[in-house]
């Protein structure tokens, strides 16, 4: 492989030459001192680092523990949760390796780089993909929850992973512009326009597998709410289609404003837009892009109830904890060894009551009634 060799350079080829030498070749100076907009955008970034990791532990952590999450969507959600989480890991390691530290890379840390941060978000968008048509089969086999074995559900999410690795794979293991520099990409110097090009048109085609899923979902949810009116109320069929419309709305409008700029930006560095100064708004686009990986969890997870009380539980256990260990007070009262027995028996009781629910609603949701099973399981999942 043509990258950090020693001696003379391949004929053809620029495999001794420096991370510098590309980003000079490619008109893309790297700076000596940070700029205003470099301080910025790393402040910005790191920011948002630091809400997807917390957001996506949270998240993880909660479908973990409940065991009510324990069914093919919610492992779904928690292997999103885990790609948004490494989306988050990786940007901060770019973070910490742009700038005026870019020049310290040597060729094969420069691919790395770029490399964690094209599986991680190809990852995410695989992962989105993947909720989309697990939540059409649901909905079109008239199921409250997919009937996928966990062997089925692994494979699927081993698969994620593999396709997700290989996109991050590809530039390292020769799609790149070692050996052919009229064909280096603008906004990432080693990379081949060609790649670029073919990476953003794979994520567009994604996105639009993704709006005609949910749109077929809408469509026929909308079609059986029409009879669901004629034996339930108009405002249970007017719920549902409300609820529907929103949770689309959300999902293809987050797709759109945090993808489309970067989507489109790549397009024009790979088609060679000279005139379009695409490295005035990369790394803001990129940011951009790495904020879905925060709306996901958002999206996905805190439109559920049951999800947000899970959450909620968490984050008093960690009070509690750090109240205790650090000597701070907590809002968490601890009593007598008979109050915590009758705190224990209180639990045991809403536990009970809790599952109780849950197989009611269940049985509730397995009417045979097709309008009324619909209206289950949506308001189940929204």
């Not at 719920?239 to 993808?259: D, H």
């Amino acid at each position: 492989m043509c990258m950090d060799i020693d001696g003379n350079d391949e004929p053809g080829c620029y495999c001794n030459r420096s991370v510098d030498f590309f980003y000079n070749e490619s008109g893309k100076l790297i700076s000596t001192v940070w700029r205003t907009k470099d301080l910025v955008v790393v402040g910005l970034g790191l920011t948002v680092c630091v809400v997807v990791i917390l957001a996506n532990v949270l998240v993880m952590a909660a479908i973990f523990i409940n065991r009510r999450f324990h069914y093919p969507i919610y492992y779904l959600l928690g292997n999103l949760a885990a790609a948004d989480l490494f989306a988050g890991l990786s940007y901060l390691y770019l973070m910490f390796h742009t700038g005026p530290w870019t020049s310290k890379l040597s060729k094969g840390g420069w691919f790395i780089r770029q490399g964690l941060i094209d599986t991680s978000l190809t990852a995410s968008v695989v992962n989105l993909l993947a909720v989309a048509v697990e939540r059409h089969q649901t909905i079109f086999t008239m199921q409250l929850h997919s009937k996928m074995t966990n062997r089925r559900v692994m494979l699927l999410i081993l698969g994620i992973w593999v396709v997700a690795v290989i996109m991050g794979l590809i530039p390292t293991l020769g799609w790149n512009c070692l050996c052919d520099l009229s064909g280096c990409s603008v906004m990432a110097p080693m990379y081949s326009r060609s790649y670029l090009v073919f990476w953003a048109v794979l994520n567009l085609v994604t996105f639009s597998i993704m709006v005609v899923v949910y749109l077929r979902i809408f469509l026929y949810v909308r079609h059986k709410s029409r009879s669901m009116s004629q034996h339930t109320t108009q405002r249970k069929h007017k719920e549902t289609v409300v609820s529907l419309m929103k949770t689309v709305t959300m999902i293809l409008g987050a797709f759109v404003i945090c993808w489309t700029p970067g989507l489109v930006v790549l397009l024009l560095d790979g088609l060679k837009c000279t005139a379009c100064s695409v490295l005035k708004v990369e790394k803001f686009v990129l940011v951009l892009a790495e904020c879905n990986s925060v709306v996901n969890p958002i999206i996905y997870s805190l439109r559920d109830e049951e999800m947000l009380t899970t959450f909620k539980r968490i984050l008093c256990c960690l009070c509690r904890r750090g109240g205790s260990q650090t000597g701070i007070p907590s809002s968490v009262r601890f009593g007598t060894l008979k109050q915590e027995e009758t705190d224990k028996v209180e639990e045991t009781r809403q536990s009970t009551e809790a599952h109780q629910d849950v197989h009611f609603t269940e049985s509730t949701c397995s009417v045979t009634d097709t309008a009324r099973h619909l209206y289950c399981t949506f308001t189940a999942f929204h």
